[in-house]
């Protein structure tokens, strides 16, 4: 399950990222400041965001308001010390589903957590998706023109897939080691940059070798 949390108490945050992790299951991406969630609450996509009511810059109300204006559809659970009945009414009125209030019990935010991942906000993606004249099949993992089809492995098409969703992006190789690989492992650039020189090497059969966008010193990208 992949999270968003936006917490700027260092050690709540820490906490909470440590315990998700500890379950084995979750995917978490913590930042500490609310542009920050909402721009990387738009840029990937989460089961559930956590937004702390008061963080700098902008604040978790403003956050939520702020994406569902923009028709986000995923699922919003706010984190607050305000307890009072018209705080929660403000909070939901904002757009989040859930509302939590400071202290909390580790379990209860589990079991939140799962309330939310089961009401299935995220929205339904295609099973093939076009690029350049390739297309792309997340089911089986292939690539495809014509009749010619070539196999990838799973990771090579997550790789793959992530820029392609990305499209026009340029996304830093410490960005992709966290979509693909997941960002506590021992994974080195040098194992993204020789997956992207495979996915290369199959694609010469479709002559879209130069598919995939090299942006020296900083990561990668496809153009639309």
Known sequence: MNILLAEDDDRLGELIV???????????DWVTNGKNAYDQALQSHYDVVILDWMMPIQSGLDVCKSLREVKYTGAILMLTAK???????????????????????????????????RRNYAPIMEEKVEIQGLELNRTNYTVKREEIEVQLTPREFQL???????????LTREVILDRVWGYYTNVSDKTIDA??????????????????????????????
Do not use: C, W
């Not at 440590?18 to 978490?28: D, P, S």
């Open 18 to 28: 440590h315990m998700l992790k500890k379950k084995g299951n979750y995917h978490v």
């Open 83 to 117: 307890d009072a009945v018209h705080d929660r009414v403000q909070g939901l009125d904002a757009g989040a589903d859930d509302y939590l209030v400071k202290p909390f019990e580790f379990e209860e935010l589990l079991a939140r957590i799962r309330a939310l991942s």
């Open 160 to 170: 793959l897939d992530l820029l392609v969703k990305n499209k026009g992006r340029v």
């Open 195 to 224: 997956t992207v020189k495979l996915i290369r090497k199959k694609l010469e059969l479709f002559n879209q070798q130069e598919l995939i966008i090299s942006i020296r010193g900083v990561g990668y990208k496809i153009e639309g």
